[in-house]
Structure formats: C-alpha cells, structure tokens
C-alpha cells in the first residue's frame, strides 16, 4: 500500500485511509472473481498495483490544468465515462483516486457490468453509474450523448475506431483521453480525419511514464470543438469494420483509397 500511496501522490493525489481501504477492497474483489470469470489478465497485488492501479492514474497528469485540480475545483460537476471499462480500469481507479468525480463505466459484456455494480455497492460508492450497452447505441442516448467532460478509454480500439467510439460522449469543450502504448504515431496521423468528422480537433500525443514503474504509455488528448454529427456513432460493428480513414491520392494523381467508411 505504501507504493500505490507513494505513486498517487506522483499523480497529484493523496489518498486518505478510506481511499486505501476502498483500493484494498477492490484487489480483493478482482481476485475474488477473476477466478470465476475473466475479468483480466492482471492477478497478484504487484501487479495489479503497477498496471491496474498506478497505470490508470497517468491519465490524471495529462491536461491543463490536471484532472485532479479540475475536480477539486468543481467537485461533482465534474463528469466522466469510462468506454469498454471492462473490470473498471481506468474508471474506477480514477473514482477511487477522485471521489468528486461523477463517472459512468460502460461495458456491452454483463458478467463485467455485473462485476463494477459489485464493487460499487460493496465499496458504497457514490455518483457512479453502471451501463452495459455497446457504445456504438450508448452514443445515441441522449442522458449520455455528449454529456462529460472527460471520455476516458484504455486499449480499446484503433484510434480512428476509437474516435468514433468516445467523441459523441464528449461534450464541446470536454476531452477524450485514450490510453495508448508508446508509439502512436502513425495511429494518430490515420485517425485525425476520425477526430475532425467526429467534431474534434488533431488531438495530440503525449508521452507519460509516471506513477508506476511500467514501461511508459502514450495519452492521446483530443480536444471536443464543435457537436459530432447526429449520424454517428454508425451502427454496432461498423466503426471497426469500416473505422472513418480519408481518401489519398498518390503522386501523378491516381486516387489511393486507404479505407473511407461512408455512412449508412
């Protein structure tokens, strides 16, 4: 418990002894029923401290200002969803770390949504919000639909599947961040054609390598700018199968067609 206090404080948060307690209670509960289904891959409290726990709370450094000023200042004003939380990583992690914080976990699979609506009622937490539907439908639901300010998603998805998948969560103003591995770059580059259709802007990769003593991550911020389109998200499947890519035309004016998705 000492390192996961000693990394929460690298992130900008103190955690309190009821926080500890609440962080202790969920390892056990992830042990408890990863046995029974699979939740994740991640077992052992070393491990599911360094990439469950601390490995979350990199996304709490990224901003300007950070998250935790943001919710200190607005307290329960302050929204979140977490896409494809699975067994809560990163929106639990980040309730824990910020009990201000009002966050939605969102997941298509019941046993996991069964599991987060476990934890939240053994841990008695507040303001949080469990949703099994696929965000491709969720992204229609107008108690949902462009309604926080942070859209939260770790590996996911490609992020021009990805853009697709958050961005009509996200309100004008709010940001997007997709918890990457190292290297993106060309990820990003495909994807900024998704962003702008989706009403984002370029978005932008930033490296992060603390709290945690994993190898380091990249958080892609995308910057809501104006409403997404009615149109999208498209139906279930279709962002991954046809995820929206632009057109190039190669030199001497042949056009390449990389993978343009056109809506149905």
């Known amino acids: 418990m000492i390192s996961l206090v000693a990394g929460a404080q ?7 002894p009821d926080q500890q ?27 599911v401290r360094e990439e469950l726990f601390l490995r979350s ?27 494809g939380s699975g067994a809560g990583v990163p929106g639990l992690v980040l ?9 939605t976990l969102l997941d298509a699979t019941r046993k996991k949504t069964d599991f987060l609506s476990d934890v939240v009622r053994e841990l008695k937490l ?19 639909r462009e309604a926080f300010d942070i859209v939260a998603a770790r590996s996911l998805a490609k992020l021009a599947e990805l853009a697709e998948l958050t961005l009509p969560f996200c309100r004008v103003g709010g940001v997007v961040l997709a918890h990457k591995a190292a290297d993106v770059g060309e990820e990003l580059a495909a994807a900024r ?8 802007d370029s978005g932008k990769a930033i490296a992060v390598e603390r ?28 962002p991954h199968e046809r995820p929206l890519i632009e057109e190039r035309r190669p030199p001497g004016g042949a056009r390449l067609t990389v993978l343009t998705a056109v809506a149905p």
């Open 193 to 200: 054609f998704a962003f702008h259709a989706l009403g984002g």
């Open 126 to 144: 507040v303001g949080v919000r469990v949703a099994n539907d696929r965000a491709e439908v969720a992204g229609h639901d107008k108690s949902l």
């Open 211 to 238: 709290p945690g003593s994993g190898a380091p991550d990249t958080v892609v911020l995308v910057r809501k700018v104006k409403p997404s389109p009615r149109r999208y998200p498209r139906r279930p499947g279709l």
């Open 10 to 16: 690298e992130a900008g948060i103190d955690l309190g």
């Open 57 to 83: 709370m990199r996304v709490l450094a990224v901003g300007d200002p950070p998250m935790p000023d943001v919710v200190r200042a607005r307290g329960a004003g302050y929204s979140a969803i977490d896409v």
């Open 21 to 47: 307690a609440s962080f202790q209670s969920y390892f056990r509960l992830l042990e408890e029923r990863g046995r029974q289904v699979n939740l994740t891959g991640v077992h052992g409290w070393h491990d």
């Open 95 to 103: 309730k824990l770390a910020l009990p201000g914080l009002s966050m």
